[in-house]
């Protein structure tokens, strides 16, 4: 499975450049060294977990995935220049993927249903973003109000 994440982001990577861009490995270029860099590895890895976290719970998707999407997703708003659009990029990559490895397997009614697994997915990790980008503000307006007074 962690192959799969490996060839998602080295995807992302080529399609959305400025995505690379918000990793600590943007310098590195090129197959091979991105696929040796421990960074790029544990990244893909953990995205694939998952990803395999969403298959193992899709008979209770909102109780037991949706937190976890959700805390997810508000580690994001850290990254200087992350916008939750980015959370688009990763659907179009992953069927791309699939669509490779799966081959003749990858039938439409295949696609479909990963394309309601990413949509639900990709629409945790918005709202997640959205929440933590509120937490933010809040906490700049008080702490703007605390200097005020």
């Known amino acids: 499975m962690t ?3 490996k060839k998602i982001f080295l995807h992302i990577f080529e399609t959305y450049p400025e995505i690379k861009n918000l990793f600590p490995i943007r ?3 090129g197959k091979t060294n991105l696929y040796k860099n421990p960074h790029f590895r544990m990244h893909s890895s953990r995205f694939m977990q998952s990803v ?38 990763f659907e179009d990559s992953m069927l791309v ?13 295949v696609e479909e249903a990963w ?10 990790l918005k709202v997640g973003y959205e929440e933590a980008m509120d937490e933010k503000l809040k906490l700049s307006l008080v702490d703007t109000a605390d200097t005020i007074q």
């Open 97 to 109: 993927v699939w669509k490779e490895e799966l081959g003749d397997r990858f039938t439409s009614e």
């Open 3 to 5: 192959e799969n994440g």
């Open 52 to 89: 395999g976290a969403a298959i193992d719970n899709l008979n209770d998707l909102d109780n037991s995935l949706r937190p976890l999407l959700i805390r997810l997703a508000k580690t994001h708003v850290r990254f200087k220049g992350f916008t939750p659009d980015y959370f688009d990029c």
């Open 115 to 124: 394309k309601v697994l990413f949509a639900y997915i990709r629409d945790c």
């Open 27 to 29: 310098e590195i270029e």
